[in-house]
């Protein structure tokens, strides 16, 4: 974790020196402890193809028109926008329509776009989803899904409203911020952009004040759609007026690697399958300085993740006896960027795509706290969990619930990009018990949120970090890949689950 998160390494962001500096550190740890190269070309290394966007800001524009005012929204202050994958240039003019949380979700009864006529408008949705169960919540949250399911009502735009929730969780001035970085996609074999909606002619964020002024004269309010949200009710409603944005974007190919290394099984039949695990190596980089410090080195998010899983690794090359299935262990790129590495992995596997059995996710170890719990977001939909609890129980530790669901954390890491390619997953995080009633890992979960997440300040000086807690943390991912290494069955989804029945992947 130290060599990782050191200001040498310049926050690891995808694309930079600092990020190939990890990658080799860590293709040199698997290298020594024997493991087998399984990227490209008989390397550590798999390639991933990228491609950096970002807006041109002087030269795009958000014009809005109503009955009582024309006004020109302000870049930084009113709005931003995403730069456009596939175009350099990109317009639209058309009315605004509020669809709510923008999820058409037939499995649980529920259509924000029922009613609504969109075509050739421009959406305007908000944050989250309606209260479903924990990890379906967490996929209809999902930004790639929304931009989808817009395109297919004929959409031809989409803007995030911002509301109180939101600004609590992810404030806007942290968007804004955030433009400092390019955001990314990776490009398939012929160059095309992933999960990439050409009807969408802009994509962005509206502050709050502007969502103010934009819902003027609609009969609707700020204060409606907040309530909405807490009731669940929120009703799609025409704006009134016309938007007319400009999104000019710059954009420039990069290449960044994910780092894979496998131990091959012992049995004769199942080593030919695989279990993965997974945690991200990039982070954001060096980037708007907060407190006269501009290097976010991520120590928390996600060197932690990054180091357990190398002594994972370890220890698995330290059993008596190998496991029976095979096992990838992969230090992957771009996840700050929207999971590219995993997404590409998961999408152009270096192993048979059917052969993957599992993936083990570990991202953001907060190990604050001594650790008496663990939570595997997304286990509860497959016979994983049951690996988990035997694990757990075998360190003596409960498993919960997720404890924070608005905090849609399913959907963002990168055991997700498995799961969409039908491969049982589960991300494993500390849980919030404690055995000590003036010690509340919830507050402490909190404040970190608030102070230390995506700041330059998540560095390996602050303060409380456990690392008894992150050993026992390690110990329960260990045992979870064991558990499945050794059994004859492969981890299936539930019957009728909602992942297995959306995503059925690859036919063993």
Known sequence: MRFLADDLLEGRRTGTRGHLLAAQFI???????????????????????????????????????????????????DYILYGDPGREDSQVTAPIVFVGYGITAPDQNYDDYKGADVKGKIVAIVFGA???????????????????????????????????????LYPFAKQVRDLAVPRMNWLDAAGAPDHYYAALKAYGAVSMPAVRRLLS?????????????????????????????????????????????????????????????????????????????SIYNGALDNASGAAEVLEIARAFTRMPHKPRRSVLFIEVTGEEEGLLGSDYFASNPTVPPAAIVADVNIDEDLMLWPLRDVVALGAE?????????????RLRLAVSPDPQPEQVGFVRSDQYSFVRQGVPSFALTAGF??????????????NWEAHFYHQPQDDMQQPGLNFDAAARFAQVGFLCGVY?????????????????????GAKP
């Open 381 to 393: 939909h497959s016979s994983l969990d049951a690996v988990v609890r035997r694990a757990a129980d």
């Open 433 to 446: 018990k404690s055995d000590d009633p003036s010690l509340k890992p919830a507050k402490i979960s909190q």
């Open 484 to 504: 499945v290494a050794q059994d004859n069955d492969r981890p299936r989804w539930n019957q009728d689950d909602f992942f297995g029945t959306a995503f059925p």
């Open 27 to 77: 293709a040199s740890q698997f290298e020594s402890m024997g493991l087998i190269p399984a990227g490209d070309h008989r390397s550590f290394f798999q390639d991933v193809p990228l491609q950096s966007v970002s807006v041109d800001e002087p030269a795009s524009s958000f014009g809005w028109t109503n009955a009582a005012a024309t006004e020109s929204l302000k870049f930084r202050e």
């Open 217 to 293: 004269g609609s009969g609707h309010s700020a204060e409606e759609i907040s309530a909405g949200m807490k009731s669940g009710k929120l009703a799609a409603f025409p704006l009134p007026g016309s938007a007319e944005i400009r999104t000019v974007s710059r954009r420039a190919l990069v290449h960044s690697p994910n780092v894979v290394a496998k131990l091959e099984g012992d049995d004769p039949k199942l080593s030919a399958e695989y279990v993965v695990y997974t945690a991200h190596l990039d982070h954001l980089g060096i980037s708007t300085p907060v407190n006269g410090d």
């Open 130 to 168: 309606p209260d479903f169960p924990s990890a379906v919540k967490a996929h209809y949250s999902a930004s790639w899904l929304k931009r989808k399911n817009a395109a297919a009502h004929g959409a031809a735009g989409l803007l995030l409203f911002y509301e109180p929730r939101f600004e609590s």
